[in-house]
């Protein structure tokens, strides 16, 4: 089966600037996450769908950030205005239903200069 | 959320057992233990996971102590390319949450 893709790969952006990531999970995995992963650390849950709707976003900063799943499928990760503090890997993942293990896509690397 | 704690790193010979510790002293009876692994630039990909039993699978074995207080993940001969960080994550049942924390990385010397 094809695995979770991720566009872009690399992003370099200024602050203040906007920028968005695309995830395109297993074809019918349900659940669809957002995770950010700095420098040296384990991943950070950002935000949670089951379906189309969100589950969890606790943990995301609303203020600038912001993520929305098409039609239950895709999904997009928007950042604006971007800070330097958001350099990141952004990674996304997609399970088929609640407790099944989770697929990571490789990623986009933002930097904030 | 219940936390793990594991060791920052680890180092083995290439073609040795290696042995990962993971505590958990307040895990609550119906967490299982996941244990997932990030190679270098890519992200992270499911080994194993546990509720009480041992577990067995082609990639690895998950010992759990019998207070499951504690678990090892085990890799039977260390190869090159399993160096990576490992992450032993508790999960409830019915949620999805997954929680990442620092993880050990493990270095497999030649």
């Known amino acids: 089966e094809a695995g979770v893709a991720q566009s872009p790969r690399y992003k370099i952006i200024e602050k203040r600037q906007s920028v968005a990531f695309w995830c395109n999970p297993i074809s019918g995995h349900a659940t669809l996450y957002w995770y950010q992963q700095i420098l040296g650390q384990g991943p950070k849950l950002l935000i949670q769908?089951?379906?189309?709707?969100?589950?969890?976003d606790s943990q995301l900063p609303k203020d600038r950030f912001s993520a929305e799943r098409l039609k239950g499928v895709d999904s997009t990760l928007k950042i604006q205005p971007a800070k330097l503090e958001d350099s990141a890997v952004y990674l996304c993942?997609?399970?088929?239903?609640?407790?099944?293990?989770?697929?990571f896509g490789n990623g986009t690397r933002l930097t904030v200069t | 959320d219940a936390k793990t704690t594991q060791p920052n790193s680890m180092e083995s010979n290439e073609e040795e057992p290696v042995h990962l510790p993971c505590n958990h002293s307040t895990i609550s009876g119906t967490d299982y233990i996941h244990w997932y692994r990030q190679l270098p630039s890519q992200g992270p990909e499911y080994v194993i996971h546990g509720l009480t039993s041992n577990v067995n699978n082609r990639m690895a074995s998950l010992a759990i102590a019998e207070d499951r207080k504690s678990s090892t993940l085990i890799l039977h001969r260390a190869t090159l390319r399993d160096a990576a960080v490992y992450y032993c994550i508790l999960r409830a049942p019915n949620n999805n949450d997954m929680r990442f924390g620092a993880g050990t990385r493990l270095t497999v010397k030649p």
């Open positions: 769908f089951q379906n189309n709707g969100v589950v969890d």
């Open positions: 993942a997609s399970s088929l239903e609640p407790g099944s293990p989770l697929h």
